[in-house]
């Protein structure tokens, strides 16, 4: 379970579902959008929902447990990005997207 740092906050997230985000994320302030992000927390935190404005001015890092790169779904990515373009912001959901036949291997 790695963290997405966020100002002053910490967040517990997936390595894998954190990749995903960094890629989303950086692509997204690189072109200087600020968004939205939201999840549902996790039993252990009570299962409300947080959302964090995610803008260039705040200090954003990502901190993985494990030490390789996680696989990559470009096809759950391309969804996440489409969500993150909406006016709701990126919701985070599951991984349920099937993977692109050159991502099969």
């Known amino acids: 379970m790695g963290k997405l740092h966020?100002?002053?906050?910490s967040f517990d997230m997936?390595?894998?579902?954190?990749?995903?985000l960094q890629l989303i994320i950086g692509i997204k302030l690189r072109r200087g959008e600020n968004f939205?992000?939201?999840?549902?927390?996790p039993a252990s935190a009570g299962?409300?929902?947080?959302?964090?404005?995610?803008?260039?001015?705040?200090p954003i890092h990502m901190e993985y447990s494990g030490g390789r790169l996680p696989k990559m779904n470009m096809a759950w990515a391309?969804?996440?990005?489409?969500?993150?373009?909406k006016g709701g912001g990126l919701m985070i959901m599951a991984d349920d997207v099937p993977?692109?036949?050159e991502e099969l291997d």
Do not use: S
């Open 14 to 20: 997936d390595d894998r579902l954190l990749a995903h």
């Open 47 to 58: 299962e409300g929902r947080r959302a964090v404005w995610i803008d260039n001015g705040v």
């Open 6 to 9: 966020y100002g002053n906050q």
């Open 36 to 41: 939205f992000m939201a999840w549902k927390a």
């Open 78 to 85: 391309e969804k996440l990005a489409d969500a993150a373009n």
């Open 99 to 101: 993977l692109l036949p």
